[in-house]
């Protein structure tokens, strides 16, 4: 059974830096396109950043060069790095496949101003 579970979010003062992690069992980020999502308050979930099997990268204009999405396919997880972080990126972070109907526990994260 698929399923992918964020970690690694906290309460983060505006500015600062933040990497999340993505745990995959039933799955390698290897041979699957993969993606990170948030869930602001009282919003829907949306799409943050997209990676596929052949490293191509595409982020939510929002986030263009603030953050990395990357695989480590030698631990099988998958990772959001967020510099320079606003008050706007604030929502619980989550990791899934393009079009998957299941989520895994998602990770908040909150910047302080």
């Known amino acids: 059974q698929v399923r992918l579970d964020a970690s690694g979010g906290g309460v983060v003062q505006a500015g600062g830096s933040l990497t999340l992690s993505c745990a995959a069992s039933?799955?390698?980020?290897?041979?699957?396109?993969a993606a990170w999502y948030r869930q602001a308050p009282g919003k829907e979930r949306e799409l943050v950043a997209t990676?596929?099997?052949?490293?191509?990268?595409n982020y939510k204009d929002s986030v263009k060069g603030r953050f990395t999405i990357f695989t480590d396919n030698t631990k099988n997880t998958m990772y959001l790095q967020m510099n320079s972080l606003k008050s706007e990126d604030t929502a619980v972070y989550y990791c899934?496949?393009?079009?998957?109907?299941?989520w895994g526990q998602g990770t908040q994260v909150t910047i302080s101003s």
């Open positions: 899934n496949l393009p079009g998957l109907s299941t």
């Open positions: 990676i596929n099997q052949n490293d191509f990268r």
């Open positions: 039933g799955l390698t980020f290897r041979t699957n396109a």
